[in-house]
């Protein structure tokens, strides 16, 4: 669906699966990618359940980054790379030369994510961190030691305080990372800009009116307008952090794409830098949400 309004003409969405949406779409069509895909952790993967995710938000205040109780699934990365591994090589194909494209992960999942990249043809260029203020998950063992029969009072009472302090391995998280991976150029860095003004990232552009880190901090409550606080969405970036990326690696007008577009902050904030947008949501109600949030936008 093309957004209907004269303000609206570079904006394209589309409630549609992007493994086939981005079929559609010709080589070297887009200046830039930036994307949130499914995590594959807790039911975050390609059969998305919002109303399952939410029942496990509510019970434990948190969307975790491992399985209930704790069991390592080596498969969860496996399937996320498998997953990625066709888009990967569909973002090669669409992206000019030179473009990069930006896509979050998990910490513990990231080199799955890095790796589909790599092997589709992508060049990695580093590790991006959104840095934020994020909630402790891990999990003391006096529950489990209480329940086990296999120990004395006596012993349960002492194992308990030996543990103290002591958790699961979950440090508190305070950062998502991103791949930074690039389109390889044509010739040199400047022969590729001047064809198509892509491949250099632009310094001036700066969170905190420094050279501009790999290492970026916005606030995850930070927010553009008071109705945004009604959005929900489990896994939704600031608009501010997503229109610093845009700035950093693209020029006014070029074609930004989100292909997992969720509730339509990366449409918002390419709007806000004079880009154009193409977005791909499978969910038919974060679909709607984003429609609505552009719609208001463009008024």
Same mark, same amino acid.
């Given at each position: 669906?093309?957004?209907?309004?004269?303000?609206?003409?570079?904006? *394209?969405? @589309?409630?549609?699966?992007?493994?086939?949406?981005?079929?559609?779409?010709?080589?070297?069509?887009?200046?830039?990618?930036?994307?949130?895909? !499914?995590?594959? $952790?807790?039911?975050?993967?390609?059969?998305?359940?919002?109303?399952?995710?939410?029942?496990?938000?509510?019970?434990?205040?948190?969307?975790?980054?491992?399985?209930?109780?704790?069991?390592?699934?080596?498969?969860?990365?496996?399937? #996320? *790379?498998?997953?990625?591994? !066709?888009?990967?090589? /569909?973002? #090669?194909?669409?992206?000019? !030369?030179?473009?990069?494209?930006?896509?979050?992960?998990?910490?513990?999942?990231?080199?799955?994510?890095?790796?589909?990249?790599?092997?589709?043809?992508?060049?990695?260029?580093?590790?991006?961190?959104?840095? &934020?203020?994020? %909630?402790?998950?891990?999990? =003391?063992? =006096?529950?489990?030691?209480?329940?086990?029969?296999?120990?004395?009072?006596?012993?349960?009472?002492?194992? $308990?305080?030996? #543990?103290?302090?002591?958790?699961?391995? %979950?440090?508190?998280? %305070?950062?998502?990372?991103?791949?930074?991976?690039?389109?390889?150029?044509?010739?040199? @860095?400047? *022969?590729?800009?001047?064809? &198509?003004?892509?491949?250099?990232?632009?310094?001036?552009?700066?969170?905190?009116?420094? @050279? !501009?880190?790999?290492?970026?901090?916005?606030?995850?409550?930070?927010?553009?307008?008071? =109705?945004?606080?009604?959005?929900?969405?489990?896994?939704?970036?600031?608009? *501010?952090?997503? =229109?610093?990326?845009?700035?950093?690696?693209? %020029? /006014?007008?070029?074609?930004?794409?989100?292909?997992?577009?969720?509730?339509?902050?990366?449409? $918002?904030?390419?709007?806000?830098?004079?880009?154009? @947008?193409?977005? &791909?949501?499978?969910?038919?109600? &974060?679909?709607?949400?984003?429609?609505?949030? $552009?719609?208001?936008?463009?008024?």
């Amino acid at each position: 669906m093309i957004i209907d309004s004269a303000k609206a003409q570079d904006i *394209q969405i @589309f409630n549609e699966d992007c493994q086939k949406g981005l079929l559609k779409l010709e080589d070297n069509a887009i200046d830039f990618i930036i994307t949130d895909p !499914p995590y594959f $952790i807790d039911g975050m993967d390609n059969a998305w359940n919002d109303k399952n995710l939410k029942n496990k938000a509510s019970k434990s205040n948190v969307i975790g980054g491992l399985p209930v109780g704790m069991k390592f699934d080596r498969a969860q990365g496996e399937r #996320l *790379q498998t997953f990625m591994n !066709p888009i990967a090589k /569909e973002f #090669l194909r669409i992206l000019k !030369p030179g473009g990069f494209c930006v896509v979050f992960s998990q910490a513990r999942l990231y080199h799955r994510m890095a790796m589909s990249l790599d092997l589709a043809g992508f060049e990695i260029r580093d590790m991006l961190a959104w840095k &934020y203020e994020g %909630q402790a998950k891990a999990f =003391s063992q =006096s529950h489990f030691i209480k329940k086990d029969k296999n120990l004395t009072d006596e012993r349960k009472e002492s194992l $308990i305080k030996e #543990l103290e302090g002591y958790k699961t391995p %979950q440090l508190k998280p %305070q950062m998502e990372p991103m791949v930074l991976a690039q389109k390889p150029k044509i010739g040199t @860095f400047v *022969q590729n800009w001047q064809k &198509y003004q892509l491949g250099l990232l632009n310094t001036r552009e700066s969170l905190n009116g420094k @050279f !501009p880190s790999n290492v970026m901090e916005v606030s995850k409550h930070t927010r553009n307008c008071e =109705s945004e606080e009604k959005i929900e969405h489990l896994t939704r970036k600031p608009v *501010q952090l997503i =229109s610093h990326l845009i700035r950093l690696f693209t %020029q /006014e007008g070029h074609v930004v794409l989100d292909p997992f577009m969720g509730s339509g902050s990366h449409a $918002i904030a390419a709007l806000q830098n004079h880009r154009k @947008f193409i977005g &791909y949501e499978i969910e038919k109600k &974060y679909f709607e949400i984003a429609k609505d949030r $552009i719609a208001q936008y463009i008024k």
